[in-house]
Each structure stands twice: as C-alpha cells, then as structure tokens.
T-cell receptor, first 112, second 116 residues
Framework: LAKTTQPISMDSYEGQEVNITCSHN???????ITWYQQFPSQGPRFIIQ???TKVTNEVASLFIPADRKSSTLSLPRVSLSDTAVYYC?????????????FGGGTRLMVKP | NAGVTQTPKFRVLKTGQSMTLLCAQDMNHEYMYWYRQDPGMGLRLIHYSVGEGTTAKGEVPDGYNVSRLKKQNFLLGLESAAPSQTSVYFC???????????????FGAGTRLSVL
C-alpha cells in the first residue's frame, strides 16, 4: 500500500509556477521522498529526491517541512512539455516488509 | 548508456498463449521490478527481486512468474495469457539500499501487450 496522498489532477498555464503537495503522515525516520515524472507512452523518470528542508536541481525544487509529514514539488515557469503525471514515493518498503508501489500520481495539464 | 532495456516493445497474443518479457540493465543494480500500467492508471507492482536468484510478489502477482538467474536480467513470464493482462509493462532497476533509503528507480521504455 502506498504511504502517500496527492491530488489526482491539476491544471496550470504556461509560465506559471506549479506546486504539487504530497502527504505522508507515516514517514519513517530513514525514508527519503522521491518524485518521478511520467510522460504519455514512456516510463517514469526520476526528478528529485530529498530528506529534509529544501532541495533544488535544474528541473524542480522540493520543499520538506520540519515534521516531514508532507512535501511539495515546485515546478518553476511550466511549459506545455511539463504536462505529465507526477508521482510521489516515500521510502521503498511498507511496515509489512512489502515493496511499495506507485500510487495514481497527479496528472498535471499545462495549458497555453 | 543503455540503462534499462526491455524486449519486445510490442506484442499481440491470443488468449492462452505464453510469452516471456525480458528486462536487462547495465548499471549493476541489485533491485529489479516489473510493473503493469493500465490506461489512465498508475503503476502496479507485479514482482520484484532484491538480488540475483531471489524474487518476491508485489501487489498484483497472479498470472505472472519471474526469474532472476543473472543479476542483469529479470524475466517476466505469462504462462497462459488472458485479455485482462492487456497492459503496458514496465521494468525498473535500482541500487541496493544503504543505511538510509535512497532508492531511485530507473525505468525501461515499456512493452505494450495486447491479449485478444
């Protein structure tokens, strides 16, 4: 069972900043938070990963509050090509020792 | 830089036929995974492996078998295909976990399977 909750879909316009929040109330001490992006007809690809505070790379920023019970993926100045499904994944195994799987993700639609 | 390679890319089967999907990775990763993704849905884990010679069931293992005889290869088998197995299949790999979890998965391009 996935340990995360994220919105099913979001709409935005080109040039805007998009923030996608993921809730993970039961995050474990050693868990990292990982975000993936999936374009239609492609496999997911890694975007960013963090443990606490803020992480930034050339694609996105990841904000993690002190309690780590949620995280926010920030995409600056989105373009049409950012239309994709974004998955939030926490850790890699649930409390029963089963490997975690991806949830439904957040479907981002960027409009002109 | 091949990464994760899946073969074949497309396949059409008749109900009851069998086939094997091959996944190969050149990153020396310990962990390998097989997912299925139905239209408009998220990924569901079928089986995974935490090392050569080991396999484990995921969320939706029924109707599938897997083998990890070599570290770089992870095979997914359908013994008797059913229309419900029509889907896109993705393979992924990741390095072994360290003291803290930093499990990043690298995915193949997928195999589109239709069972008639």
């Amino acid at each position: 069972l996935a340990k995360t909750t994220q919105p099913i879909s979001m709409d935005s316009y080109e040039g805007q900043e998009v923030n996608i929040t993921c809730s993970h109330n039961n995050i474990a001490t050693n868990d990292y938070i990982t975000w993936y992006q999936q374009f239609p007809s492609q496999g997911p690809r890694f975007i960013i990963q963090g443990y606490k505070t803020k992480v930034t790379n050339e694609v996105a920023s990841l904000f993690i509050p002190a309690d780590r019970k949620s995280s926010t993926l920030s995409l600056p100045r989105v373009s049409l090509s950012d239309t994709a499904v974004y998955y939030c994944l926490v850790g890699d195994m649930d409390n029963a020792g089963n490997m975690l799987t991806f949830g439904g993700g957040t479907r981002l639609m960027v409009k002109p | 830089n091949a990464g994760v390679t899946q073969t074949p890319k497309f396949r059409v089967l008749k109900t009851g036929q069998s086939m094997t999907l091959l996944c190969a990775q050149d990153m020396n990763h310990e962990y390998m995974y097989w997912y299925r993704q139905d239209p408009g849905m998220g990924l569901r884990l079928i089986h995974y492996s935490v090392g050569e010679g080991t396999t484990a069931k995921g969320e939706v293992p029924d109707g599938y078998n897997v083998s990890r005889l070599k570290k770089q290869n992870f095979l997914l088998g359908l013994e008797s295909a059913a229309p419900s197995q029509t889907s896109v299949y993705f393979c992924a790999s990741s390095s072994s976990r360290g003291p803290t979890t930093k499990n990043i998965q690298y995915f193949g391009a997928g195999t589109r399977l239709s069972v008639l």
